[in-house]
């Protein structure tokens, strides 16, 4: 299974961490073979989980020039017409998608386009689908301007058990439809803000893939 570069580092250092733990309690024989057993079982399940976590499988992304893909894999929790206050400062239509702990965490890039507009914004790490966690937590504000002359707004959100985000991008940048740009550590959500006239293709509840899934359509 391959790993995504932003966890080699982490699965490393667990993987000496615990193997150094068992290796003291083996030899100084520091607790009873029952608990010892106990504590092998639920390191190997966390250790199995981070590595699943940071899991990169190759994805093939089939282009769509007059959609909107979705940004990550997840749960879509938000489809609504909102004010955005940061960039548009007009109206637009929000569609939210949460990432578990159990799904890839790779961001892909929308649409194809150029970045006009990127800030990153320290904040608190409420629960990703608590509504305030759009403007509160720890985010990252990406605008990229389609070809054709639309422009949409995507922000990576830091949840409860997220604590760092990365993305890859620079204002000016060219970027294609569902290349990585970003990745979030541990839980976190995606808003993506379409102009109002576009055709929302997916409902409330409804599971999507980061790069493969149509959000909408122009």
């Known amino acids: 299974m391959r790993i995504h570069k932003e966890g080699k580092s ?18 100084r024989a520091l607790i009873s073979h029952r608990s010892y057993a106990l504590f092998t079982g639920i390191s190997t399940l966390f250790y199995a989980w981070l590595i699943y976590f940071f899991r990169d499988p190759r994805r093939a992304i089939s282009l769509q020039t007059g959609s909107v893909l ?18 548009f400062k007009d109206n ?19 649409i194809s386009g150029s970045v006009k507009f990127l800030k990153y914004h320290p904040g608190k790490h409420w ?5 305030k966690s759009s403007t509160k937590n720890e985010r990252t504000t990406i605008v990229v301007e389609h070809e054709q002359g639309a422009s949409i ?7 409860f058990l997220a604590r760092r985000i990365k993305f890859y991008l620079s204002e000016d940048d060219t970027v294609q439809q569902g290349d990585e740009f970003g990745f979030i ?8 803000f379409l102009p109002p006239n576009v055709k ?8 999507v893939k980061g790069g493969a899934s149509i959000l909408a359509a122009w």
Not at 127 to 131: F, G, L, M, R
Not at 153 to 159: D, K, M, N, S, V
Not at 200 to 207: A, L, N, S, W
């Open 10 to 27: 982490i699965v490393f250092i667990a993987s000496i961490l615990l193997l150094s733990v068992h290796y003291t309690l083996m030899k």
């Open 70 to 87: 979705a940004p990550a894999d997840g749960r879509i929790v938000a489809i609504q017409e909102v004010y955005e206050e940061e960039y």
């Open 92 to 110: 637009r239509i929000q569609i939210s998608v949460f990432m578990s702990p159990f799904n890839i965490h790779v961001n892909r890039n929308p």
């Open 127 to 131: 629960v990703a689908w608590y509504p």
């Open 153 to 159: 707004l995507f922000r990576q959100i830091a949840g």
């Open 185 to 192: 550590k541990f839980g976190s959500r995606v808003d993506v």
């Open 200 to 207: 929302v293709k997916v409902d409330i509840g409804e599971k």
